[in-house]
């Protein structure tokens, strides 16, 4: 069990700036890789940034590379999602999960990685 918190997220306008913080508390020992979610009505699921802890290896969509930046401190069980240059598309609901068992680089991105949700933090990007 590893209870994960959101937070961070708002109304910005378009080309702004938000930073998403993810917290998890409890047995987190067990935890290999967390990652950030999006998830909006209309569209699809989609993995926008991952990260594993051991390495540090990080993994993004196309849609946001060079404009979000996913990090995290393994030892304060937080991890981060910092969003530069918002589009209205990034408008969604932003989810944090986390998994064990050692994914490669290449799983990171699928959902089947990660077991546990946070409640979520809403993202709007409108002028």
């Known amino acids: 069990q590893v209870p994960l918190l959101e937070s961070g997220g708002g109304l910005v306008q378009p080309g702004g700036s938000l930073r998403l913080s993810c917290a998890a508390s409890g047995r987190t020992s067990s935890t290999s890789a967390m990652a950030w979610f999006r998830q909006s009505p209309g569209k699809e699921r989609e993995c926008v940034a991952a990260?594993?802890?051991?390495?540090?290896?990080?993994v993004y969509a196309d849609s946001v590379k060079g404009r979000f930046t996913v990090s995290g401190d393994k030892v304060k069980n937080t991890v981060y999602l910092q969003m530069n240059s918002l589009k209205h598309e990034d408008t969604a609901g932003y989810y944090c999960?986390?998994?064990?068992?050692?994914?490669?680089?290449?799983?990171?991105?699928?959902?089947?990685?990660?077991?546990?949700w946070g409640q979520g933090t809403q993202v709007t990007v409108s002028s």
């Open positions: 990260i594993r802890w051991r390495g540090g290896n990080t």
């Open positions: 999960e986390a998994g064990a068992g050692g994914p490669i680089v290449s799983s990171l991105r699928s959902a089947s990685t990660y077991d546990k």
